[in-house]
Each structure stands twice: as C-alpha cells, then as structure tokens.
C-alpha cells in the first residue's frame, strides 16, 4: 500500500513524464502544476499546465475502508481507494499550432504508457527535484496505477472553466489516473480463524450433503476438460441414492464415500456439458415417511467449476485476399462441448512463428440456438499459420504442445493451428 504522499507522488510522476517525453517534439516548453487561473503569471510562452481538479473515491472499490473485518490476503489497516482527474492545458505560439503540437504529443505519450510502471515511479522519487516525495511507498502499490483519457462534453468543459478557474478557455483535455490507495496507520482487529463450516443456524436437514472442494484427479490446479474425472471433497456425501448435478445435468458417480465422491465427466450425456463457469451439487434421494412412495431430492450447497472446451476441428471457408493482402474469411470451430446460444465466445488466434508473431482476437455473433460449431468471421488478418483458442465466458481451450524431443519444435505449441494461405 501506499501512504499520504501517494497523490503528489502521481502528480509528480505525470509532471516528469510528459517533461521527457513532450520536449522532444516541441523546444522550450515547460510542465508545470499550476491552477489554470495563473497560466502567464511568470509561466513559459510555450509550456503544458497539469492540474488536479479532483479526487473521488474508486467505485469499485469504494467499500473497501469500511469494511471491519479482512479475510486471508487482504490490507490489515483501513485504506481509501481514490480516482484522480487532471486537466492537462496547452499554450503556446498559435500561428505556428503549438497548442495542438502539445495535445498531439501528450495524447501519444499516455497512449504508450497508459501504466505508470514501479520504476518510473521509483525513479521520480529518486529525482532530487523531489525531494520532499522521498518517504513515498507508491512504487509498493499492489494495485496498478492506469491512466485513461475521460471525454468531457463541450458543457461540462466549460463550467470546469468558468466556475472552478474563473479563466478564459485555453486547448485541454482530461485524464483519469484509477486506482490510488492510501493505506492508514492504524491496524484492524482480525478475528479467530473458523474451526469449521457449515450453513449457519438451524440445520432444517441434519444429514444434508456439504461440498467442500472440486479438482481434477490429475491436480487442484489442473484444468478440467470433458474427459475430466472430478474428486469431490466434503461432509456427509453418501446416500443410498446420490446423484452428482452439474449445470442441470445429474449423472451417477463411478464412486460414493462420507467425505469423497469420484464422477467422470464421461458419465454425463454427451451435450449435457457447457464449456464456462458451471454450478456443482451433489443430490441425496430418499423416500419420506409420510409419503414413502415418493422420491425427495436434499440438495448440497453450489460449488462453481470452470469447463474448458477442446478444439476438434477449424475449417476455413470463404477465403478473401492473395498475395500480400491482408485475408478475410469465415473460421468454423467444431467443439467438444455444447456452447450456449447466450454465451460469449472469442477466438484468440496467435502466428505460430517466432519472428515478430501477430495475434488477433474475434468475437463470434449470437447464436440462435446451442451447437457445438462456432462460425466466426476473421478479418484484416495476414497469411500464415495460427494457433488456436476458443475463450467461452472467459473459459479458454487449452494448447497441446510437440513431446517428440527429435522434432524441430520440441516444447512448442503445436495444436489446434489453421493455415491462411
């Protein structure tokens, strides 16, 4: 985290920056900090004006300094997550444009380094132009420090001038630098670690099945695919009948214990299984005694799993473009799992070269039903071989990689590639 001088260590930052950067392009100029009411009282006929003319709380993470208790891996003091708006002004000789030489300069400069890197950071600190930011811990940040440009409409731009500057107009635009944590001194309490788990008061079904832990056999860390066998790990999981539920699909499991439950995702029918984020229950069926000719299904809390698909087939179609021309086409994946008509795939396509590889991603159109063949359309896209993958709701393919150590690519990706000649 970082302490109180986190703002002035940004603004300085910025300052320093576009200093190194700006001057190249433009002899003589000057990056001050000063409110825009006093640019040309004693500043440089040409120069840029960096202003800090707000600070408001990060929204997504706002919440954060009120929170009493942290779990594991969280701040143990109170902190403030803030957003910082900067109104960046030009001047200069406008008969020879060098208030929109600057714009064009500065817009560059950030859209290079849109990050304000730890050494950067660490480097202005060190400048002895600064010394007063010299016990400033910014570059220990753990959140990345982003710079973004924010469009301001023609209105707005000119109430920020009139009534926060009280000065006529001059060549601007506005950045927003998220996220800025300031990390207080004084520490939380943290209470004692949970002995145990559970669903919290009265137990309506005493026996009711607790899921712990999803993995694959191979590993916790081992991505899941369809011919995954999962280890269920958990509390009171046999039953006389116990079915496992997986995104709305129950198959049996080839094993039943107390505590463990062993199902093949081969146990499922075959286009029950969506690749993506899916819940997983386990299901306990028992006859009630008043009504002992019925089945009563006790359900176990959700566990979400992430299903990879597997790339069977790219097929190629409607080639565009020969010679040096960038190709178009429609790039057909065949799939493993059933992809939903709702969800959102990418093709991440990556040169399967290493001089300079390029790699482009396309976003396939809705669908008007489930299907295992995803028709996407690849465009501007130069001629070569690709490798492969197929993100379904962030839910990525995997690679297969060359074992044959007396192969020219031994210990590279190897598959699933398509040519574009």
């Known amino acids: 985290m970082s302490n109180y001088l986190a703002v ?14 700006v001057q190249e392009d433009v002899d003589g100029l000057r990056v001050t900090t000063l409110p825009p009411g006093q640019i040309g009282n004693g500043t440089p006929e040409t120069g840029i004006n960096l202003f800090l ?9 706002k919440n954060t300094d009120t929170l009493s208790n942290r779990t594991k891996g969280s701040p143990v003091r109170r902190q403030a997550v803030l957003d910082l708006h900067y109104m960046i002004s030009f001047y200069g000789n406008e008969t020879e444009l060098e208030p929109q030489r600057l714009l064009g300069s500065v817009i560059r400069t950030f859209s290079d380094r849109p990050v304000l890197l730890p050494d950067v950071i660490q480097a202005t600190i060190a400048d002895s132009s600064f ?45 927003k630098v998220t996220m800025v944590t300031i990390e207080g001194e004084d520490s939380l309490k943290k209470a004692m670690p949970v002995r145990d788990r559970g669903f919290g008061g009265i137990f309506p079904f005493p026996a009711q099945p607790i899921v712990e832990q999803v993995a694959s ?9 369809a011919t995954t066998t999962l280890h269920i790990i958990g509390k009171q999981l046999q039953n006389a009948i116990t079915h496992v539920r997986l995104g709305g699909f129950e198959a ?7 505590s463990q439950i062993i ?59 020969q010679g040096d021309e960038l190709r178009s086409a429609i790039l057909t994946i065949q799939t493993d799992m059933m992809v939903g008509m709702k969800q959102r795939v990418v093709l991440v396509m990556n040169e399967w070269s290493i001089a300079q590889p390029t790699g482009y991603q396309f976003e396939a159109a809705a669908r ?24 379904v709701d962030g839910a990525e393919s995997l690679l297969s990689i060359d074992l044959d150590p007396n192969s020219p690519t031994f210990n590279w990706y190897s598959s699933p590639k398509v040519l574009i000649d």
């Open 8 to 21: 002035a260590t940004v603004t300085a930052t910025l300052q320093r920056i576009l200093q190194a950067a």
């Open 53 to 61: 003319y707000q600070v408001s709380r990060n929204a997504a993470l």
């Open 131 to 175: 010394r007063f930011l010299a016990d400033s811990t910014l570059a220990d940040q753990v959140q990345q420090v982003t710079i973004t440009p924010v469009d301001l409409s023609l209105d707005d731009l000119s109430k920020v001038w009139s009534t926060f500057f009280q000065a006529p107009y001059r060549l601007s635009v506005t950045y």
């Open 217 to 225: 056999e191979l590993g916790n860390l081992e991505p899941i695919v």
């Open 252 to 258: 049996v499991p080839s094993s039943v214990g107390d």
């Open 263 to 321: 199902v093949p995702l081969t146990a499922f029918a075959i286009d029950s299984l969506r690749a993506g984020v899916q819940g997983l229950q386990v299901i306990h069926r028992q006859r009630t005694p008043s009504q002992p000719e019925r089945l009563c299904a006790l359900e176990s809390n959700a566990i979400p799993i992430v299903l990879r698909p597997t790339i069977h087939q790219a097929d190629l179609t409607n080639l565009q473009g």
């Open 368 to 391: 008007t039903a489930d299907t295992h063949a995803i028709a996407i359309p690849i465009q501007a896209v130069k001629s070569g071989a690709y490798l492969l993958r197929l993100q």
